[in-house]
């Protein structure tokens, strides 16, 4: 940029001059202040020189320059004031030359030196404005992510706690700095909390699940990752936390599995109503029946009463004439049927009502034993119990066979053993209605066999139903993995059984091929874990 | 007379049934399965047949369906104690005349086998 003063007086051209600094800088020449400082507020203007405009321009070039503008080198007339260098130094122009014998070289230099250090200072202030990007740019990432983080020192102290952190806490983000972590997380009955390990030893944690104690003493359920923060040695410095709330993932699995078992459970209480539907039935009928018996024999019944009277009178035509009325009557209800047929619908409806109270008595026998007490239990029993219950809702279609063998008492939660062979029976059931829905006619056939097998007990649950691919075979205990139609099952059956089975410290083993039908074998310890947690 | 066929695999149901039905001057035959019950239909056709609905190796329905086809004027009538299990769309598919819920009542019952076999 060139500003071309008014009246200027001295040797050489300054144009001239710039032009041998060579082709990658190029020059503008303008010839008013106001053009010059509209140009030099564009991006590609790095330099402005103002070539011998005198004491009263050059301050007013300077003067009118944003403060971020282009560098300007001033040039003063040779036979100017020595002051008006001072002048131009003092009004803020990066250098100033004075148009003298040598002019023509030192004006490139000193105006290369300029671009220099201005382009410099742009990349710098370029990088910095770059760098405060980012800043904010991973401030709002970590001010507004939806998983807590918190960076701890050696100390175990937070130095810093996003919102999110604040929020699951139980504080204001602010209000963490400098309290000890231990605050919230205590650790429990498995050992010290994993940030505390992390800290001490080193450890990584990555998507661990832990519990965290709020100032009220609620505990709530996270996820947590955990890095330590190590300087160029090694050594730790601290570490960073990144954890989310897991209460409501927590919540929703509970309701999961709690469809899981309803959905059971409906299966099993349909069965029961229809097997007490049945004697229900026919002792309603019967009831019924015997009410319309009851009122024929009202007339038998006055007839006899009749035919006494006219006896203890001993008035032998009023005696005939009632045996003659009581025989008409037992013609016209056919007395002897209703007697005999009364007796029998007598019978029929007690062994009804009797095979109703067997079936409230399995209900009650699968359903005793505590809820959720851990205790001594009969593993046959828990099984049997659950086969009768069970058996309600098959007896159509399968034959039940059970061989038990005899078996110690051992310390198990039995009724969550009796939902994992409620859930082994009705799966065998339902491969067997589906096989029968192919169109085999055979019932099917479950077949329950109990064993002492190395220190434990071993329960088979063999079917002779549809069988299962050897492809989903070593997918059926992962959660959610169903085969059965939308609406029949979870897919959690298995998966939680499973779970059942390993808290109790066993093992739960398949084979199957199609067509030929499934085994299943559930292995328990003879001594399960002491710490076996409820579930 | 007119020939009823009960069906049913609960023995004492087929009896309370045949009790109920006693004095309507109706020929009562029972079946305590769905095989049992076609042979019956073919060796001599029946005005109605009332069929339970879960029996060991067909369905009730299944069977009534096979009944129309053999013998497309019976009557067919389902009494059962699940009564969700049956679609109305199924039951209309097989021509079942009407659904009687178990324990049943008596005399909706009658009214119903009166209706389609007049009295006695």
């Known amino acids: ?535 | 007379m007119a020939r009823v066929l009960i069906v049913d695999d609960e023995v004492r149901i087929l009896t309370a049934l045949r009790r109920s039905l006693r004095r309507e001057g109706w020929e009562i035959l029972t079946a305590e399965s769905p095989a049992e019950a076609l042979r019956m239909i073919d060796d001599a056709p029946v005005d109605v047949v009332l069929s339970d609905y879960k029996m060991p190796g067909m369905s009730g329905l299944e069977m009534l369906a096979e009944i129309g086809r053999r013998s497309p004027r019976t009557v067919k009538l389902l009494i059962t104690g699940w009564a969700e299990a049956v679609s109305e769309a199924e039951l209309v598919e097989v021509g079942v005349s009407a659904l009687i819920p178990k324990p049943w009542d008596d005399k909706l019952l009658k009214r119903i086998l009166r209706g389609h076999l007049g009295a006695g």
């Open chain 1, 1 to 535: 940029m060139f500003q071309n003063g008014n009246g200027t007086a001295g040797r050489g051209d300054t144009f001239e001059a710039l032009s041998r600094i060579g082709a990658d800088v190029a020059f503008e020449r303008v010839s008013s202040v106001a053009d010059c400082v509209e140009r030099a507020s564009r991006e590609e203007v790095d330099l402005v020189v103002v070539d011998r405009g005198g004491p009263c321009i050059h301050a007013e070039v300077l003067a009118a320059l944003a403060a971020e503008s282009p560098p300007v080198v001033v040039v003063v007339a040779v036979d100017d004031d020595e002051d008006d260098a001072l002048d131009a130094f003092r009004c803020g122009a990066a250098d100033c030359v004075r148009a003298a014998h040598d002019y023509a070289e030192v004006l490139p230099v000193v105006a290369l030196e300029q671009i220099r250090r201005w382009r410099q200072l742009r990349e710098r202030r370029a990088a910095h404005r770059r760098i405060d990007w980012l800043e904010r740019y991973n401030d709002n990432i970590i001010q507004s992510i939806n998983s807590a983080l918190v960076v701890v020192n050696r100390d175990g102290r937070i130095t810093f706690a996003n919102p999110t952190a604040g929020h699951i806490l139980g504080c204001r983000a602010g209000d963490l700095g400098d309290r000890p972590v231990a605050d919230w997380f205590t650790g429990g009955d498995d050992g010290p909390a994993l940030i505390t390990r992390t800290l001490e030893e080193g450890v990584r944690f990555k998507g661990a699940e832990t519990m965290i104690t709020l100032a009220d003493g609620t505990l709530t359920p996270i996820g947590i990752s955990c890095t330590p923060l190590l300087d160029e040695s090694g050594e730790i410095l601290g570490a960073v936390a990144i954890f989310q709330d897991l209460s409501e993932i927590k919540q929703l699995q509970r309701q999961v599995l709690q469809q899981e078992k309803m959905a059971s459970i409906g299966q099993l209480a349909a069965g029961v109503a229809h097997e007490i539907n049945n004697p229900m039935g026919f002792i309603h009928a019967n009831l019924y029946q015997m009410s319309e018996y009851l009122q024929d024999m009202e007339g038998w019944f006055g007839a006899v009463d009749g035919l006494q009277r006219a006896a203890e009178a001993g008035d032998a035509e009023a005696v005939s004439a009632a045996s003659q009325r009581l025989a008409e009557i037992a013609r016209e209800i056919d007395v002897d049927y209703v007697r005999a047929d009364f007796k029998k619908a007598v019978r029929e409806s007690q062994e009804g009502s009797e095979r109703i109270r067997h079936i409230v008595k399995d209900l009650r026998e699968f359903s005793h034993q505590g809820s959720s007490e851990r205790m001594l239990a009969d593993v046959n029993q828990c099984v049997d119990s659950t086969a009768n219950i069970v058996w309600t809702m098959m007896k159509h279609s399968v034959i039940l066979e059970k061989e038990y063998a005899d078996l110690p008492e051992i310390s198990c939660y039995p009724m969550q053993l009796k939902q994992v062979f409620m859930n082994l029976l009705v799966n065998a059931y339902q491969a067997i209605e589906e096989r029968q829905a192919e169109g085999d006619r055979e019932p099917g056939v479950i077949r329950i066999v109990s064993s002492q097998r190395s220190g434990g007990v071993l329960v088979s649950i063999s079917d002779t139903g549809i069988g299962i691919a050897e492809t989903d075979l070593q997918r059926i205990f992962d959660p959610f993995f169903t085969t059965k139609e939308v609406g029949t099952g979870t897919g959690l059956g298995l998966s939680t059984s499973y779970g059942i089975v390993k808290r109790h410290g066993g093992t739960m083993n398949v084979a199957s091929e199609i067509d030929r039908g499934s085994t299943f074998d559930v292995w328990l310890p003879f001594k399960p874990p002491d710490d076996m947690p409820p579930g």
